[in-house]
T-cell receptor
Framework: DTAVSQTPKYLVTQMGNDKSIKCEQN?????MYWYKQDSKKFLKIMFS???????INETVPNRFSPKSPDKAHLNLHINSLELGDSAVYFC??????????????FGSGTRLTVV | AQRVTQPEKLLSVFKGAPVELKCNYS??????LFWYVQYSRQRLQLLLR??SRESIKGFTADLNKGETSFHLKKPFAQEEDSAMYYC??????????FGQGTTLQVKP
């Protein structure tokens, strides 16, 4: 059983297209995140949702729109894709409950290539 | 401001040599600190957290509040330890902030 699963694993698309990446976790965590890993392997948080509510929104272009239909899912929709959006996008989840806090569990990543 | 600094982009050692991956942090409160490992083209995996004071795969890390450091150490490196290592800090906002990452290369 995969704890945090992302689809698709690879995504190649043309500039200007709109695409979505899906993420699901079966750990019962209440908080989910999207991270971007750029070509220099630097990891930066983009968004965080807690129980379907947006709690962290870093400086990300508004072409990126997260959607959380329930606390087990956090999808990322990207409009008008640009070359600079090429990266690996990681979904993660964690528990915010006192006494249970710990590290995040990450998905296997979605490698997005914009051509 | 929360910040995590890993000064070395690449650390190359021979098999059997000791390893120390450096991590310094900046945080005004009491942070939670973690080490994550990413093997080639795989997901990030939690390696250690300072609260647990555990040793995983021979790695240990001690939080030094005076020096604001959380260096990762292993006495004898193995080839399978070759990977990207990230130090991370979690403050009271719950947000996990990563350092720039250090690639560990263990040569035979």
């Amino acid at each position: 059983d995969t704890a945090v699963s992302q689809t698709p694993k690879y995504l190649v698309t043309q500039m200007g297209n709109d695409k979505s990446i899906k993420c699901e976790q079966n750990l019962g965590h209440d908080t989910m995140y999207w991270y971007k890993q750029d070509s220099k392997k630097f990891l930066k948080i983009m968004f965080s949702y807690n129980n379907k509510e947006l709690i962290i929104n870093e400086t990300v272009p508004n072409r990126f729109s997260p959607k959380s239909p329930d606390k087990a899912h956090l999808n990322l929709h990207i409009n008008s894709l640009e070359l600079g959006d090429s990266a690996v996008y990681f979904c993660a989840s964690s528990s915010a409950k006192t006494g249970v806090r710990g590290g995040y569990t990450f998905g296997s990543g979605t490698r997005l290539t914009v051509v | 401001a929360q910040r995590v600094t890993q000064p070395e982009k690449l650390l190359s050692v021979f098999k059997g040599a000791p390893v120390e991956l450096k991590c310094n942090y900046s945080y005004s409160g009491s942070p939670e600190l973690f080490w994550y490992v990413q093997y080639s083209r795989q997901r990030l995996q939690l390696l250690l957290r300072h609260i647990s004071r555990e040793s995983i795969k021979g790695f240990t890390a001690d939080l030094n509040k005076g020096e604001t450091s959380f260096h990762l150490k292993k006495p004898f490196a193995q080839e399978e330890d070759s990977a990207m290592y990230y130090c991370a800090l979690r403050g009271n906002t719950g947000k996990l902030i990563f350092g720039q990452g250090t690639t560990l290369q263990v040569k035979p």
